[in-house]
Structures are given as C-alpha cells and as structure tokens.
C-alpha cells in the first residue's frame, strides 16, 4: 500500500451510519436463523427451563403460535427437541421409531397450520433414552455404532413421513449420513434435505439443552466416545468430507462461538453451506452476562451471530433466534 496516513484514514467510511451500513461486509437477517424449540405433552403448556431463562418447553398447540411468531419474524426454519416422559424412555430408545410420538405430532401440526417455514429434526436417541446416550449400549456401557445407526435410519424415516424437511442427525455415529440418504431415496423423499451435525464436538456447554430435553439426570459419563475432541480440526475436515461424500446438503459446526475457527475452515475448504449451532451453554452463559450488567443484550446477540456470518455461515441455529429477528425486522 503506498498511500498513508493523512491520505489513507480508514476512520472516514465509519463516520456516519449510513456510510458504515454501506460498507458492512457481512448482513445477518432473519433468514439466516434456526430458531430450536422444545416441546412437551399437554395442551397449553409452557415450562420454563431454570437454566435456560427465557426459553421453555411448549406444548404442541403452542409450539403452533410459536411458529406463527416466527414466521412473522421472517425466521426461515424452526428446530424440535423433545421432552420425553420418563416412562417413555427406555435403554433401546424405540419412542425415536413410534410415528405418533412428541416429535411427529408437532411435526404434523406445524407443516399444517403454518407450511411456509421449515422444520428440521433431530435424529439421536437422547430424548428416548433411559442413560440419555445419544445409541445404544453394550454391557460394558460402550455406544454401538452400527446397530445405533440401524435406529437412526428408522427415525429419520418416521420423521420424514410426518413432514420433516431437514432432517438433522446430532449423534455421531460413522456411517450414518450415507445409510440414511439411501433410505430416504428408497422411501421416494427425494426433496428432504440432510444438514449433519458434521463436527459436532464433546462440549461443557450442552448442560442445558440435556436439562430442557430431560437427559440431564440420566447421563452417565460423557460423550467422548463418539463426539469429537475439543482439540481437533483436521479431524472435523474429515468428518465433513465423509458427510458429504455421504449425501449430506449441509454440515452443521457445534458448539459455536469456540468453534468459528473450525466454521471458516470447513467453508474454505469445501465451500458448501455451513451452519453453527450457537448452543445452550453460549446462551445461558450471553443471558448470566445481561443478567449481571455486564453486557447489554441486543448487542451482543447481534454481535455474535454476525460472527457466525463472517466467519462463513450460511445460518445459525440460536435460542435468540426470535429477540434477533425481531430487531433485525
Ligand atoms: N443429540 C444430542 C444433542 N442435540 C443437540 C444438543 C445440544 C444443543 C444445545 O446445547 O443447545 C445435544 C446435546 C448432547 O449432545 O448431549
Ligand atoms: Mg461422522
């Protein structure tokens, strides 16, 4: 660069607003937003999650009004997590497979009453779980990985026949992105899209979704076995290259903030459509800081979720999700 200080003062485009909207290089919007909702048996319900504030488990009529608040928002998509009653949970998991469980009822209800948003779903066995692993156990308390991902490919299929448009499997079994494409090419859902939990890694900062899902009791151990480790990033190209090469249309980073180096990588690399999953512990951990004075709320929403943006996503699944849209709107 030959031209210097006082030709060159990089503060003249930042001076007013409408010069820093014009030079803004990354836009965040409504549409680039997953908006995760977690539902509950009943009618009428709403329970507030303690560790998540501000977040609660709907029942299925109300999920309905959420998802007609979304929209408004102009949120693209909606992601379903379920609260499974305990006695529903068992070792093998097989509520995943029942086609009028949680999942599939509020599937059917919000491809009905509001179609012009997306719903993805969750593909793992956690919520129907009684150890709250993600698969199934050996004796010795190890995650099987094939005779899981046998159960996953039923599951996507039973959500797939409810409406389901993105299914999104969160378990990290190998193999399973390829077995599910197949199936759901031999079902005739030729449209319905795979987003993989691609580098889904084994996080601190899961604590509260495994609360709002009601896993959190039952966990025995940790993850390790089959989520990634935290020091890894070759190891998350690979993962994403097996993903896709196995039909999966996007891949999705996870955790988020502590993962935007992993987000620009994959983006470098393999220039597909990326999404982070700015997960429970990040919000918990943004709504303490708002809580304690010590940051202002909108701010740092739309400060974080624009890194998503820059560092290469194409959108980010958030608990702000709503607050953010809204703001943008
Ligand atoms: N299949 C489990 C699953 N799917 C999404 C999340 C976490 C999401 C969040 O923390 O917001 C988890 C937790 C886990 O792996 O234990
Ligand atoms: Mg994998």
Same mark, same amino acid.
């Given at each position: 660069m030959s031209a210097r200080y006082p030709q060159l003062r990089l503060r003249r485009t930042r001076a007013t607003p409408w010069s820093? $909207?014009?030079?803004?290089?990354?836009?965040?919007?409504?549409?680039d937003l997953i908006w995760p909702l977690f539902v509950v048996e009943g009618k009428g319900v709403e329970q507030p999650i303690a560790s998540l504030p501000g977040v609660s488990r709907w029942s299925v009529d109300r999920i309905v009004e959420r998802a007609r608040e979304a929209r408004d928002a102009g949120i693209a998509c909606l992601a379903l997590f379920p609260y499974t009653q305990p006695e529903r949970r068992t070792a093998d998991g097989r509520e995943a497979l029942n086609p009028d469980n949680l999942m599939c009822r509020a599937t059917r209800a919000l491809k009905e009453a509001v179609p012009e948003i997306g719903v993805l779903t969750d593909v793992a066995l956690d919520p129907y779980t009684s150890h709250g692993h993600d698969g199934l156990l050996d004796e010795a308390g190890y995650v099987l990985n094939d005779a899981t991902a046998d159960m996953l490919v039923g599951q996507a299929l039973n959500q797939a026949?409810?409406?389901? %448009?993105?299914?999104?499997?969160? %378990?990290m079994m190998d193999g399973r992105?390829?077995?599910? $494409? %197949?199936?759901?090419? *031999? %079902?005739?859902?030729?449209?319905?899209q795979i987003m993989s939990y691609a580098a889904k890694y084994a996080s601190g900062f899961y604590g509260p979704f495994r609360d709002a899902v009601?896993?959190?009791g039952l966990l025995k151990g940790d993850k390790k076995t089959y989520q990634m480790d935290h020091a890894n990033a070759e190891e998350a190209l690979r993962e994403v290259a097996l993903d896709l090469a196995e039909g999966a249309d996007s891949?999705?980073?996870?955790? *988020?903030?502590?993962?935007?180096?992993?987000?620009?990588?994959?983006?470098?690399?393999f220039e597909v459509p990326v999404f982070a999953y700015q997960v429970s512990g990040e919000y918990a951990m943004l709504e303490a800081a708002v809580a304690a004075g010590v940051a202002d709320r909108d701010a740092v929403?739309?400060?974080?979720?624009?890194?998503?943006k820059r560092a290469g996503c194409s959108g980010v699944l958030t608990y702000h999700a709503l607050h953010a849209a809204r703001l943008l709107g």
């Open positions: 820093r $909207r014009l030079h803004a290089e990354t836009l965040l919007t409504p549409a026949a409810a409406g389901a %448009d993105i299914i999104a499997p969160s %378990d992105v390829g077995l599910i $494409r %197949d199936a759901l090419e *031999g %079902d005739g859902r030729h449209n319905v009601g896993s959190g891949v999705m980073v996870k955790p *988020g903030l502590p993962y935007l180096d992993i987000i620009h990588r994959v983006k470098q690399r929403v739309l400060e974080t979720l624009t890194a998503f």
